[in-house]
T-cell receptor, first 117, second 112 residues
Framework: DAGVIQSPRHEVTEMGQEVTLRCKPISGHNSLFWYRQTMMRGLELLIYFNNNVPIDDSGMPEDRFSAKMPNASFSTLKIQPSEPRDSAVYFC???????????????FGSGTRLTVV | DAKTTQPPSMDCAEGRAANLPCNHSTISGNEYVYWYRQIHSQGPQYIIHGLKNNETNEMASLIITEDRKSSTLILPHATLRDTAVYYCIVRVGGGGADGLTFGKGTHLIIQP
């Protein structure tokens, strides 16, 4: 299993440009999460999906941020337009579906380091 | 709404046991204690979790006090590669699709 795959690993873009981050969860995992990490705020949960449906997007900072999960094997996080304060490392994570008495760990990807200049 | 309290940093000599404490005095009966770590420039990695009994796996041991208000993660023979930020997280068990809430964690530095 290749784990959670994120692309690109690094992205440098100019302010005002659209940025799209991609994530492929582990096959068979029903839940997918997007996190953002900065020195000031640490790891923040942005949005999560269950069975491809967005469950809670209360962590999305602004309307400039949007996320989609068109199928079980792919998700995107889009920022349009991007701003310098969006510079951060963005992580995607997935976990298996729930079951009675189950407690599954989350598997994180390696992250995308976004720099907006 | 921090549910856990951890020291910001700790040092440990290579080859010795690293004992990382976590206080969770407001833990509820159905909440588990989870530990994750984040090595520099990588995503967080699951280590171990438990409800009330002590747990051990190939990475670490988790000791939870009888009143469940605190716990200790033990890395039995720390190596330089164990240098990382360690997060103690309390959450409801039984599966569920909600995300993890990370605090500031403990920055563990293994000294050669």
């Amino acid at each position: 299993d290749a784990g959670v795959i994120q692309s690109p690993r690094h992205e440098v873009t100019e302010m005002g440009q659209e940025v799209t981050l991609r994530c492929k969860p582990i096959s068979g995992h029903n839940s997918l999460f997007w996190y953002r990490q900065t020195m000031m705020r640490g790891l923040e949960l942005l949005i999560y999906f269950n069975n491809n449906v967005p469950i809670d997007d209360s962590g999305m900072p602004e309307d400039r941020f949007s996320a989609k999960m068109p199928n079980a094997s792919f998700s995107t996080l889009k920022i349009q337009p991007s701003e310098p304060r969006d510079s951060a490392v963005y992580f995607c994570a997935s976990r298996p579906g729930q079951g009675r008495g189950s407690n599954y760990g989350y598997t994180f990807g390696s992250g995308t380091r976004l720099t907006v200049v | 709404d921090a549910k856990t309290t951890q020291p910001p940093s700790m040092d440990c000599a290579e080859g010795r046991a690293a004992n990382l404490p976590c206080n969770h005095s407001t833990i509820s009966g159905n909440e588990y204690v989870y530990w994750y770590r984040q090595i520099h420039s990588q995503g967080p990695q699951y280590i171990i979790h438990g409800l009330k009994n002590n747990e051990t796996n190939e990475m670490a041991s988790l000791i939870i006090t009888e009143d469940r208000k605190s716990s200790t993660l033990i890395l039995p023979h720390a190596t330089l590669r164990d240098t990382a930020v360690y997060y103690c997280i309390v959450r409801v068990g039984g599966g569920g699709a909600d995300g993890l809430t990370f605090g500031k964690g403990t920055h563990l530095i293994i000294q050669p």
